[in-house]
C-alpha cells in the first residue's frame, strides 16, 4: 500500500518533469503527505492544469464521504471489478504528483517497523496513477477526490514491503491521461512495478510515524 508521501519540488522542477501542465504558481513542501489531506493531481479532464484533491476516493454514489477514508489505495490487479474504482478506472483516470514515499518494514521476531524514505535514483519527482472522482454535497457543492494505484513490488521494494504504489513513467503518461474512455485490456500493460533499477531507499526516524510531524527532517537518512 501507499500510507504517506512527499512533494517539496520546486514549481519549475515540476514544470519541467511534466511538459505542457500547468502548476499551482506556489505551494508549501509537504514531508509527510497523509489521507483525508490535499494532494497535488493531474487528472484526465484534457485540461493540462494540476489542482489539489483530497487523498480518498469518494464514489459519486457514495452517501457519505467518510468512506474515502477506507479508499486511499486501489489494487491494479482488480481495478475493473471493484465497484468503487471500475468507473473511475474507465473514465477518470490522473496522475498523483510526488518526490518520495514512506513503507514500514516490519523488523523479524519484534513488532517493530522502520520506516524507509523511496523514491527515484535522480531525486526528481514522479507521479503515481491514480483515479479520481467528483462528489457533490446536499448544498451543490463539489469535492473532488483521488485514490493511488498500487502494484506488486519491485525487487527493492519486495523486501521492504508487499506492495508498492504504481509508478507512471513519462512514456506512459499520455495513455493513462487519455480522456477518452478505457478498458481493462487498453491499460493492463500499464500496471506493472517500476524498475529497481531506477529507485533508491533507504531507512529514516520514526518522526514519521506520526502525521502532524512535516518538517524535512522525515527524509534524512537515519
Known sequence: MCGRF????ETTDLESEFEGIQFPVQFAPRYNIAPSQPVLVIPNDAKGTADFFVWG???????????GNRLINARGETLAEKPAFRGPYKY????????????????????????????????????????????????????RSC???????????????????????????????????????DLRQLIRPYPAGLMQAFPVSTLVNDPTNDRAECVLPA
Open 6 to 9: 512527499t512533494l517539496a519540488s
Open 57 to 67: 476516493l469518494i464514489p459519486s454514489w457514495a452517501k457519505d464521504p467518510s468512506i
Open 92 to 143: 477518470k483516470r490522473c496522475l498523483i504528483i510526488a518526490d518520495g514515499f514512506y513503507e514500514w518494514k516490519s523488523t523479524p521476531g519484534t513488532k517493530t517497523k522502520v520506516p524507509h524514505y523511496i523514491g527515484l535514483a535522480t531525486r526528481k519527482p514522479f507521479s503515481f496513477a491514480g483515479l479520481w472522482s467528483e462528489w457533490h454535497t446536499s448544498d451543490g457543492s463539489e469535492l
Open 147 to 185: 485514490t493511488i494505484v498500487t502494484t506488486t513490488p519491485n525487487s527493492l521494494l519486495a523486501t521492504i514491503h508487499n506492495r508498492m504504489p504504481l509508478i507512471i513513467g513519462p512514456e506512459d503518461r499520455q495513455t493513462w491521461l487519455d480522456p477518452a474512455p478505457k478498458s481493462d485490456a
